[in-house]
């Protein structure tokens, strides 16, 4: 069982930045965030939502910044211990692809909705696994 730490976030605090070393994996418990690249967000971290995993994985420097948007308690688990979580129970595998994949289809509407003609907005089916 790995050891985790519950961080309490105010509105407006940098939980993660971009560009900085992945030590620790995140998971949402309550409240609401945004991720952001250059100052852009790019997507929004739900409740039970586990994020900073990429770069916990690849050991890559983080590539998004994510800002509480009301008081997040985040729990962090240690990026050595999350991989030997993930290992050794599925099921934490299965929710992160989950959630990589509702990000994959808010990103491919954002991308229809900046390309579409007029203004007009396209639907792309939702994300299967």
């Known amino acids: 069982m790995s050891n985790t730490t519950t961080l309490r ?3 407006g605090d940098t939980i993660i930045r ?3 070393c992945a030590d620790f994996v995140y998971t949402l418990k309550s409240g609401r965030a945004e991720a952001s690249q250059r100052g852009v967000k790019v997507g929004d971290i739900h409740s039970g939502e586990i994020f900073g995993a990429l770069a916990a994985f690849t050991g ?3 590539n998004a910044t994510v800002t509480a948007r009301t008081i997040c308690l985040v729990e962090a688990v240690y990026k ?6 993930a290992r050794h129970q ?5 929710k992160l692809i989950v959630d990589m994949a509702r990000l994959i289809g808010d990103l491919n509407e954002s991308i229809l909705m900046l390309s579409a003609p ?12």
């Open 118 to 129: 007029n203004g007009q907005t396209g639907h792309l089916p939702p994300t299967e696994l």
């Open 60 to 62: 890559v420097e983080r």
């Open 18 to 20: 971009e560009g900085e």
């Open 90 to 94: 599925p099921d934490v595998c299965v």
């Open 9 to 11: 976030f105010a509105p």
């Open 80 to 85: 050595d211990d999350f991989i030997v979580l």
